[in-house]
């Protein structure tokens, strides 16, 4: 081909390797491969066929996401498309292979490039707060697992433990139940120091990741402002901030709602139009942080602001579930907006701005649950 035609690549990237591809206009491969996952082959290649040219690099969201940024500070027009949107156009093809797959991405990048928003790639300081929120889950979950072991252990002689979370509670209140249960003449007949050990060990850890995360959300000038939010606590706030990584790309305010799952679908076809349950769309874990923040706002905190008076109000009206699926979301709107303002929250302020349901263009009512 002439070095000076336009053409597009698309990449199937796996762990070890990428399928690539390169379609000209007529979408005519002529060129297909495999190469290592990183970004300096990939370039390589496609030196030789002239940079300039390139009109899209496509890649589906997944492993390749540092070799996304080094072909991007290449100076190479990479688009990430979602793999829910993806998986439909290449679901074309009667037969699904690496380079099948490679071919239908260039396809995809040169006769459909307005399929939707790309996918942010987030920067490595939100990419690696992100990963330090998903080891606390995991722990937390071990945590979890070992502590309904021990209850059930002691439960079925008899006993009950209080699971307590301070480093050395849950071993002296072990040894403490063991004790009153050999005054009673039972034993147990099994050696409860591993998962003593293990319910401790956790226990540690995610003290001290709590710790380092407090002192990161307030070192974060954004995330300290979402903690003056009667609810949103260190966690919620890193959450936030991690998931939307640069609120202007976020044209208005109230889209950070869909992103993040927390507005209902809507079918449409013809005569018939419903609404459905929250679409769940976005990064779960953060969808819960936020429930799990409005749930505080709405329960335990006594402070009066008019979000939570909306909410309790809407609570009346639609059920606590559903309310507090609407608060998360009027939360969502007011964090991305005091992010990109540089207000604190104000218990009244901001009423007019946040408080009206027709702004946000659905009625909180068709909200089913989280």
């Not at 987030?122 to 309904?148: C, F, G, S, Y």
């Not at 799952?261 to 769940?280: C, D, M, N």
């Not at 329960?299 to 608060?327: D, H, M, N, P, Y």
Request: aromatic share 6%; net charge positive; charged share 20%.
């Amino acid at each position: 081909m002439s070095r000076y035609q336009r053409y597009w690549v698309g990449l199937d990237a796996g762990h070890l390797e990428t399928a690539i591809c390169l379609v000209n206009s007529d979408g005519f491969a002529f060129f297909e491969a495999k190469t290592e996952t990183r970004a300096a082959p990939i370039r390589d290649i496609l030196r030789r066929f002239g940079v300039e040219p390139v009109q899209s690099v496509t890649i589906e969201a997944g492993v390749g996401t540092q070799m996304v940024r080094d072909l991007r500070s290449y100076g190479l027009p990479v688009q990430v498309v979602d793999v829910r949107k993806s998986s439909k156009f290449l679901a074309i093809r009667r037969q699904k292979t690496d380079a099948n797959d490679a071919k239908g991405l260039a396809d995809l990048g040169r006769l459909a490039p307005a399929t939707g928003a790309q996918v942010f790639v987030k920067p490595v300081e939100h990419q690696d707060i992100r990963i330090m929120i998903n080891i606390r889950r995991t722990l937390l979950k071990h945590r979890a697992k070992t502590d309904a072991l021990l209850q059930s252990i002691f439960r079925l002689h008899g006993g009950s433990i209080k699971l307590l979370n301070g480093r050395g509670s849950l071993a002296a209140e072990v040894a403490n139940q063991q004790r009153l249960l050999r005054t009673n003449g039972v034993t147990i007949g099994i050696d409860l120091d591993p998962l003593v050990s293990m319910g401790e060990t956790l226990r540690s850890h995610i003290s001290d990741m709590d710790r380092e995360m407090r002192m990161m959300a307030a070192a974060i000038p954004a995330c300290a402002r979402f903690q003056t939010i009667p609810g949103v606590g260190p966690i919620t706030s890193l959450s936030f901030y991690s998931a939307v990584g640069d609120p202007y790309r976020f044209k208005h305010n109230r889209d950070v709602g869909p992103y993040l799952g927390l507005t209902p679908t809507l079918y449409q076809s013809g005569v018939t139009a419903r609404r459905g349950r929250i679409s769940r769309h976005g990064n779960k874990l953060t969808r819960t942080h936020l429930i799990t923040a409005a749930t505080v706002l709405l329960c335990s905190i006594q402070a009066e602001s008019s979000l939570r008076s909306w909410g309790l109000q809407l609570a009346t009206k639609i059920g606590f579930l559903k309310a507090r699926v609407a608060v998360a979301r009027k939360l969502a709107v007011l964090m991305i907006t005091m992010w990109k303002t540089g207000e604190p929250f104000a218990p009244d302020y901001h009423r007019p701005r946040f408080l009206q349901s027709e702004e946000a263009g659905f009625d909180p009512v068709q909200i089913s649950g989280t």
